[in-house]
């Protein structure tokens, strides 16, 4: 099994900053990474898929990158709305797993 | 549009059953996507159970196979999840979801149920 670690695990930023995100994979999941933002009481939204396309309907200021074991979610210029819980996620050999998340807050 | 919606009993006993049900509306269940349950504890993070396609095909996530069914009703456009031996360790809400690969399961999960709590207590 592919174990995804997030860091950092809490991120305290202020709305208009930057915010980056890692997640690393114990192995190799070439580009097949996803990521999703997930608020208080409601389920998880698609952010990013194929670790660098962004899902329907997600705004320009997210980003992804990375490939092989190291992943990066970028939010170029955060919106009050942004701050919430992202996790990452594969899926390799019939088996998903997700990151333990990182919980981005308000500084 | 796409919607998701889980239903089943809120409360289960301990080696009881946890059985849960998600009917989707706005798509065909048979459209050529996988669907999943992914749960999640209080407090805690994301868990994949398992996925089935329209055939009944499945793939179950490794460390609940043993406890774990997923079937496919295509008459109700619906699918469910049916949890054996639970105890309090299975105490999560519960999420169906949509892949939105075609054919081919891309593990990436387009379209949630809003969520359904279940307690497993005496």
């Known amino acids: 099994e592919i174990v995804l670690t997030q860091s950092p695990a809490t991120l305290s930023l202020s709305p208009g900053e930057r915010a980056t995100l890692s997640c690393r994979a114990s192995q190799s999941v070439n580009s097949y990474l996803a990521w999703y933002q997930q608020k208080p009481g409601q389920a998880p939204r698609l952010l990013m898929y194929d670790a660098s396309n962004r899902a329907t309907g997600i705004p320009a200021r997210f980003s992804g990158s990375g490939s092989g074991t190291d992943f990066t979610l970028t939010i170029s210029s955060l919106e009050p709305e942004d701050f919430a819980v992202y996790y990452c996620?594969?899926?390799?050999?019939?088996?998903?797993?997700f990151g333990q998340g990182t919980r981005l807050e308000i500084k | 549009q796409v919607q998701l919606q889980e239903s089943g009993p809120g409360l289960v006993k301990p080696s009881g059953t946890l059985s849960l049900t998600c009917a989707v509306s706005g798509v065909s269940i048979s459209s050529g996507n996988w669907w999943s349950w992914v749960r999640q504890p209080p407090g805690k993070g994301l868990e994949w159970i398992g996925e089935i396609y329209q055939t009944g095909a499945t793939n179950y996530n490794a460390s609940l196979k043993s406890r774990v069914t997923i079937s496919v009703d295509k008459s109700r456009n619906q699918f469910s999840l049916r949890l054996t031996s639970v105890t309090a360790a299975d105490t999560a809400v519960y999420y169906c979801?949509?892949?939105?690969?075609?054919?081919?399961?891309?593990?990436?999960?387009?379209?949630w149920g809003q969520g359904t709590q279940v307690t497993v207590s005496s």
């Open positions: 996620q594969q899926r390799s050999n019939w088996m998903i797993t």
């Open positions: 979801a949509r892949d939105l690969g075609q054919w081919l399961a891309r593990g990436y999960f387009d379209y």
